[in-house]
């Protein structure tokens, strides 16, 4: 197996693209389709101050090291969701990627900042963990990003994720989160933009970047993760992509070309007359964190209450008397300093298959 580009030795094959290709190259792939997808939705511009949004996972990781490679300046947020063991490991590949690269590591903690953590916070809300996450991420994310002035929300979604969403949304019609659907969400007062860089690269691509470049990520799921619908969808596409490489790739950017514009302007510029979508002119202000919400209370204040949550000793001293609202700037701890290392130790074919 050769190269396609140098004709060296190659260590993976990517089947949508017919290539092979070295260690070398494969970094430059990745890059490339990084770029494109940057430069065809206009995500980033050069000058543009960066949150990448980290798991500690191999999307998360890849995409902060393929960004910074690639000039930007990004710094990461790591929310920690207090995921007992998988909370505690994650935060670690978190934490060493930033040092290693001497970046900045935006940490905030649910339990010690907020008073819960999913398991026992969803359970105590009735509400599936990962609502509870979602809800708890889309909220948090947005306040540090807008907290920090940063231009734009990054985060890991890769071509494998954004296909299986949208078979799902497919297989359910599900018109108005079609409509959603897109690369970038454009900033909108109280919302920061929101891109996703690596929809031209597979879960695959991410986990070989990794390991080819001496990245160490949280290869375990998420242990609420059991069950969750969209595995089952992955697993669909995965079975007919082997048989038919590329299909997973025509089928999401088929979409962005040629279906997304349709079903936006069917069910969002017809909003609110024409769909259940909320316009920006409906929402208000949530009365507790200020955050744009449909009611008094936003769905992060309201699940802060029912988990039974509160603010940080840390935060607690800010507040005034009364006040047991999430509505105090999150804390903020700054991880970075230590020597940079090298991240190009070559790893042999073998490896990356067996990773693979
Ligand atoms: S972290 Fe959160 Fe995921 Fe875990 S609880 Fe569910 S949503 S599965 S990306
Ligand atoms: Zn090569
Ligand atoms: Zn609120």
């Given at each position: 197996m050769k190269?396609?580009v140098?004709r060296?030795?190659?260590?993976?094959d990517?089947?949508?693209a017919?290539?092979n290709?070295?260690s070398?190259?494969?970094?430059?792939?990745?890059?490339e389709?990084m770029s494109r997808?940057?430069?065809?939705?206009?995500?980033?511009?050069s000058?543009?101050?960066?949150?990448?949004?980290?798991?500690?996972?191999?999307?998360?990781l890849?995409?902060w090291?393929?960004?910074?490679?690639?000039?930007?300046?990004a710094?990461?947020l790591?929310?920690?969701l207090?995921?007992e063991?998988y909370?505690d490991?994650?935060?670690?590949?978190?934490?060493s990627f930033?040092?290693?690269r001497?970046?900045?590591?935006i940490?905030?903690?649910?339990?010690?900042?907020?008073?819960?953590d999913?398991?026992?916070?969803a359970?105590?809300?009735r509400?599936?963990p990962c609502s509870?996450?979602?809800t708890?991420?889309?909220?948090?994310?947005?306040?540090?990003?807008?907290?920090g002035s940063y231009?734009?929300?990054v985060?890991g979604?890769?071509?494998?994720?954004?296909?299986?969403?949208?078979?799902?949304?497919v297989l359910?019609?599900q018109?108005e989160?079609?409509?959603r659907?897109?690369p970038?969400?454009?900033?909108?007062?109280?919302?920061?933009k929101?891109?996703?860089?690596?929809?031209?690269?597979?879960?695959?691509?991410?986990?070989?970047?990794?390991?080819l470049?001496?990245i160490?990520?949280?290869?375990?799921?998420?242990p609420?993760?059991?069950?969750?619908?969209?595995?089952?969808y992955?697993?669909a596409?995965?079975?007919i992509?082997l048989a038919?490489p590329?299909?997973?790739s025509?089928?999401y950017?088929?979409?962005?070309?040629?279906?997304?514009?349709?079903?936006?302007?069917?069910?969002?510029e017809?909003?609110?007359?024409?769909?259940?979508?909320?316009?920006?002119e409906?929402?208000t202000?949530?009365v507790?964190?200020?955050?744009p919400s449909?009611?008094?209370l936003?769905?992060?204040?309201?699940?802060?209450e029912?988990?039974?949550?509160?603010?940080?000793?840390?935060?607690?001293?800010?507040?005034?008397?009364?006040?047991?609202s999430?509505?105090?700037?999150?804390?903020?701890?700054?991880?970075?300093?230590?020597?940079?290392?090298?991240?190009?130790?070559?790893?042999?074919?073998?490896e990356?298959?067996?990773?693979l």
């Amino acid at each position: 197996m050769k190269c396609v580009v140098c004709r060296e030795s190659a260590v993976i094959d990517v089947r949508r693209a017919n290539s092979n290709f070295c260690s070398d190259h494969f970094v430059r792939f990745c890059q490339e389709q990084m770029s494109r997808a940057i430069r065809e939705f206009d995500m980033l511009s050069s000058t543009d101050r960066v949150l990448v949004a980290v798991s500690g996972g191999k999307d998360s990781l890849a995409v902060w090291d393929l960004l910074q490679r690639s000039g930007y300046q990004a710094d990461g947020l790591y929310l920690g969701l207090g995921i007992e063991d998988y909370s505690d490991t994650s935060v670690v590949f978190a934490r060493s990627f930033a040092q290693s690269r001497n970046l900045n590591l935006i940490e905030v903690d649910l339990p010690t900042d907020y008073g819960y953590d999913i398991p026992s916070g969803a359970r105590a809300a009735r509400r599936a963990p990962c609502s509870a996450c979602g809800t708890s991420k889309r909220h948090l994310f947005d306040k540090v990003a807008l907290e920090g002035s940063y231009d734009v929300l990054v985060t890991g979604h890769n071509l494998d994720d954004e296909a299986a969403v949208l078979f799902g949304n497919v297989l359910r019609w599900q018109t108005e989160y079609l409509a959603r659907q897109m690369p970038v969400l454009q900033a909108r007062p109280g919302f920061p933009k929101k891109v996703k860089p690596l929809i031209r690269l597979s879960e695959r691509d991410t986990a070989a970047y990794c390991i080819l470049l001496g990245i160490d990520y949280m290869v375990d799921e998420c242990p609420m993760s059991a069950g969750n619908k969209h595995l089952g969808y992955k697993e669909a596409l995965n079975s007919i992509e082997l048989a038919s490489p590329g299909t997973k790739s025509d089928f999401y950017s088929g979409f962005l070309r040629k279906a997304s514009e349709l079903f936006r302007s069917a069910y969002l510029e017809a909003a609110p007359q024409g769909g259940t979508t909320e316009s920006v002119e409906d929402l208000t202000h949530c009365v507790r964190c200020s955050a744009p919400s449909t009611s008094t209370l936003c769905a992060f204040c309201r699940l802060v209450e029912k988990a039974g949550g509160s603010v940080g000793a840390e935060q607690r001293g800010l507040r005034s008397a009364g006040d047991t609202s999430a509505a105090q700037p999150v804390r903020i701890t700054k991880r970075a300093v230590g020597p940079e290392v090298s991240t190009t130790a070559p790893l042999r074919p073998t490896e990356v298959e067996a990773e693979l």
